[in-house]
């Protein structure tokens, strides 16, 4: 359960990061020598106490139970990741590099599965202020859990051997060599941020009113990104801020749909054509009816709607609701949800016309800057910047917003890539390619910003690889299971014939029971556990 805590206190909220290998050494400390069943049961009471307090946002304004029920589900990973732990370290010693190949196959699994998976609270999310993010540009989120669970599981070694014992210079020497290595290898790693630079502008319109009511003042919430922009144009006219090449709205801004309501259009195109600019606009589309469309669309001066992007991954419960009939038996809040949103099929690139040539942007929209092949999908069809479009007023004054740009910030790093980070509410801010946020904005304020961001065209070796280093990595954790697994098995059919321990503490010397005082169904729990 420390372990558990210590992972929340790593997270954004808190942001003490060196907490994330600490969490991990004492998650590997506590299965090393136990049975799988116990493995199980630590790696469950160690996500509750991780995931129960980072998830605490998403049950803000609807309940206990949703939230509850999150953070259970994401903790059954960990419990299956704890009892595989068990099993590699049944025989009494921290296999540092079998546990941070298990985080990271826990997190290809929990990233994927069920309805698409939820990848909040990765082990990656926790460094987006340390200097272990530049191995972000190396093998992308799945290399940085990887890195950050290594630097965990070899703490856990030495911890072990001084528990133990084992003080000769050589075994502690070599496990505590190898995490000084590891973490000062973070600041060789090169993070290039030089590129031709674009003038950007973030419009942080602010919302009449916190929680799921919020859209219900939906024409005010557009006013308010209406005159800001405006603002922003007096304030380039009064040389507070240098003139942008792209001005950037965050989600839901116009919850009205600009392409079916003329007064939004209408206030769209004044905004626009005060300053004289392209604008990124993030909109709710009615269509396909009966569903509607999370969508960020892009107007150009002079010209109008010229392109547009819709979500490709809705947020399952949130943006709609699988097998609504059987949740429902659970609880009636999956009928707040009325309408459900669409499935975008095409990744989206936006060309920007700007004083200095075309620039190429790639859009993501709220949740879906946690997904790796969403975040990678634009930066590999040539997009220059990537803009995250947010909307967190349903989750009030909590650290939803802080964790979601801290996401934003690896993401910068991994594709060596400026981000605009934009939300109707914050925290906003306007990210450098090594994941540095400059202008960051507070929540529920209004808030123009702005700045100079570098743009870049080359690739980054994780943009290179791609997908690779997790399937591999998460390959190798579950052969080195797989392994160990029948290793034990061989070992306690070699006690059952012979009533001898098995090498290395495999089976306790207690275990060692007269044959005529031990069952048959005792032998069989034992095999199965």
Not at 10 to 34: C, D, E, N, Q, Y
Request: net charge neutral; aromatic share 8%.
């Amino acid at each position: 359960m420390l372990g558990g805590l210590s992972l929340w206190l790593a997270f954004p909220g808190t942001a003490w990061w060196p907490m994330a290998p600490v969490g991990v050494m004492l998650m590997s400390l506590s299965t090393i020598g136990t049975t799988a069943r116990r493995g199980f049961l630590l790696g469950l009471l160690g996500g509750l106490a991780c995931f129960l307090p980072t998830l605490h946002w998403s049950g803000i304004y609807v309940g206990d139970t949703p939230w509850i029920a999150l953070s259970v589900t994401e903790s059954l990973y960990l419990a299956f990741m704890g009892m595989a732990i068990a099993v590699v370290q049944r025989r009494g010693a921290v296999r540092p590099g079998a546990v941070a190949a298990l985080w990271v196959l826990q997190e290809l699994f929990r990233s994927n599965v069920p309805f698409g998976g939820f990848p909040w609270a990765r082990l990656a999310w926790t460094t987006a202020d340390s200097p272990l993010v530049r191995f972000a540009s190396i093998a992308g989120a799945p290399g940085l859990t990887f890195v950050v669970a290594l630097l965990g599981a070899l703490l856990a070694l030495v911890v072990f051997r001084l528990a133990t014992g084992q003080l000769s210079l050589l075994r502690l020497l070599v496990p505590t060599a190898a995490t000084a290595l590891v973490g000062a290898s973070a600041f060789v790693v090169p993070v290039p941020t030089e590129g031709k630079p674009l003038q950007v502008v973030g419009v942080q319109g602010n919302v009449p009113t916190t929680g799921l009511d919020f859209n219900a003042q939906r024409r005010a919430v557009l006013d308010n990104h209406v005159a800001t922009t405006k603002q922003a144009a007096r304030m380039v006219a009064d040389g507070k801020i240098a003139s942008p090449e792209l001005v950037v709205w965050p989600e839901n801004s116009s919850d009205i749909d600009p392409t079916r309501n003329a007064d939004a259009a209408t206030g769209i195109a004044q905004a626009v054509g005060a300053v004289g600019v392209p604008v990124i606009v993030g909109a709710v589309l009615q269509e396909p009816a009966p569903k509607v469309s999370n969508t960020s669309m892009l107007y150009l001066p002079g010209r109008g709607l010229v392109d547009q992007y819709v979500k490709q991954h809705p947020v399952p419960f949130a943006e709609y609701m699988p097998y609504r009939s059987f949740f429902r038996q659970f609880s009636d809040k999956v009928d707040l949800l009325t309408t459900e949103f669409a499935h975008g099929k095409q990744v989206g690139v936006f060309d920007i016309p700007t004083r200095s040539g075309t620039v190429k942007v790639g859009p993501v929209i709220c949740f879906e800057v946690a997904y790796d092949a969403v975040t990678r999908a634009p930066v590999d069809r040539g997009a220059q910047l990537l803009i995250v479009q947010t909307n967190n007023a349903t989750f009030g004054y909590t650290a939803e917003s802080e964790q979601q740009l801290a996401i934003s910030q690896v993401r910068a790093v991994e594709h060596g890539r400026s981000v605009v980070h934009i939300s109707t509410v914050g925290v906003s801010g306007l990210i450098t390619p090594d994941g540095v946020v400059h202008d960051r904005s507070e929540l529920f304020t209004r808030k123009v910003l702005a700045g100079e961001l570098p743009l870049r065209s080359a690739k980054t070796m994780a943009d290179r690889w791609g997908a690779i280093p997790e399937y591999v990595i998460g390959a190798i954790a579950g052969l080195l299971v797989l392994i160990a697994w029948r290793r034990t098995r061989g070992e306690r059919a070699t006690v059952r014939r012979t009533g001898t321990s098995a090498p290395g503490g495999g089976v306790d010397p207690s275990d060692k029971a007269d044959e005529s005082t031990t069952t048959p169904s005792q032998t069989e729990e034992e095999a199965r556990d």
